[in-house]
Nanobody, 115 residues
Framework: QVQLVESGGGLVQPGGSLRLSCAAS????????MSWYRQAPGKEREFVAL???????NIADSMKGRFTISRDNAKNTVSLQMNSLKPEDTAVYYC?????????WGQGTQVTVSS
């Protein structure tokens, strides 16, 4: 059974940092591209960052220079380091695993940036 379990969300002040993690199981993690998406209240889910099975990364323009994605294939985890957080980064953050037509989602973790 495929499982993606996010952790690390919470409340942080503007300018602060958080590190999200996603623990994967039930599939061959190293052969999947892993991504983070987010969804703010009243808005559509949007792309945040991707790391390919080979380690190449892509970060959404509004988050470049602030967010970093990484993966550990030995531990079946993908992480999102978020620095210089802004109130507009407040959202539920979702982990995604994709390979060809296979597409899996986690349940999400809430990130709230507020003073």
């Amino acid at each position: 059974q495929v499982q993606l379990v996010e952790s690390g969300g919470g409340l942080v002040q503007p300018g602060g940092s958080l590190r999200l993690s996603c623990a994967a199981s039930g599939f061959t993690f190293s052969s999947y591209a892993m991504s983070w998406y987010r969804q703010a209240p009243g808005k559509e889910r949007e792309f945040v960052a991707l790391i390919s099975r080979f380690g190449g990364t892509n970060i959404a323009d509004s988050m470049k220079g602030r967010f970093t994605i990484s993966r550990d294939n030995a531990k079946n985890t993908v992480s999102l380091q978020m620095n210089s957080l802004k109130p507009e980064d407040t959202a539920v953050y979702y982990c995604n695993a994709r390979r060809a037509s296979e597409n899996y989602w986690g349940q999400g973790t809430q990130v709230t940036v507020s003073s």
